[in-house]
């Protein structure tokens, strides 16, 4: 996978999908503002990164019956105090840990009759793993003789 342009990260990134799914796994950007629009679609975001600089991480969404998944660090503290609910919804944290203290995740904006999955460690190793860009990423790298970094983007290639 190919390193990102650190002169990227001053420009939010934006990421539409509308009636579709999108994937950004691995190491795939430097920013760390995000403007996520969604209407009716899937979206997976890894924010494991260790090309992604220190501080705080914002994702500014606007969802409408539409699901993001955030694959972040174990010890991520989500913050969601600014993100307006209309209708159902909610943000699911899989084995949050409450004594975290690592990077602040700040959801802002509003969500529709959406939700917000966040999972961590372990889980968040398998939801990169078990997509077609892990096996397409396996297969490229077992050929130059490395090892997968999909699944954890911080292991060394």
Known sequence: MNTPNHAESAIPVQIHADHAMEKRLGNWT???????RARHAQIV?????????GGD????????????????????????????????????????NPAAAGRIIRLTGQVCHGEIRVHSGGIAQLSATASRQYLTDARRV????????????????
């Open 57 to 96: 991480i914002e994702l500014d969404l606007d969802l409408n019956r539409s699901t993001v998944k955030l694959l972040v660090a174990e010890d991520a503290i989500i913050d969601q105090r600014r993100l307006t609910w209309i209708g159902r919804g909610k943000v699911k944290q899989t084995f949050h």
């Open 142 to 157: 077992h050929a130059d003789g490395r090892t997968p970094t999909l699944a954890d983007p911080a292991r060394p290639a």
């Open 45 to 53: 975001i890894d924010l494991r990164s260790p090309h992604i600089p």
């Open 30 to 36: 430097t920013a760390r503002a995000f403007q996520i």
